[in-house]
């Protein structure tokens, strides 16, 4: 278990190096850095995750979701590390 998810860890971590293309209507996530957690989920309906996964107020979250216009907007439930 812990060898699978280095590997998936790798992966996503060798994918986040570079700003990506993205093709719209796909999902996509840019790294934005470390931040932790303050709330999740907040009223603008933004939440933490990590896979399926919800983060809660403590935890470390380090990818934002691309929107459809291939922007990536503020973090909203954390706070720079």
Same mark, same amino acid.
């Given at each position: 278990?812990?060898?699978?998810?280095?590997?998936?860890?790798?992966?996503?971590?060798? =994918?986040?190096?570079?700003?990506?293309? #993205? =093709?719209?209507?796909?999902?996509? #996530?840019?790294?934005?850095?470390?931040?932790?957690?303050?709330?999740?989920?907040?009223?603008?309906?933004?939440?933490?995750?990590?896979?399926?996964?919800?983060?809660?107020?403590?935890?470390?979250?380090? #990818?934002?979701?691309?929107?459809?216009?291939?922007?990536?907007? =503020?973090?909203? =439930?954390?706070?720079?590390?």
């Amino acid at each position: 278990m812990l060898k699978k998810l280095l590997v998936v860890a790798s992966l996503v971590s060798l =994918t986040a190096c570079g700003k990506g293309i #993205y =093709t719209q209507g796909e999902e996509a #996530y840019e790294y934005v850095g470390c931040n932790r957690v303050v709330q999740s989920p907040v009223k603008t309906g933004e939440r933490a995750f990590m896979g399926f996964i919800d983060l809660k107020a403590g935890d470390y979250v380090f #990818y934002k979701r691309v929107d459809n216009n291939g922007d990536v907007g =503020t973090v909203v =439930t954390s706070v720079p590390c």
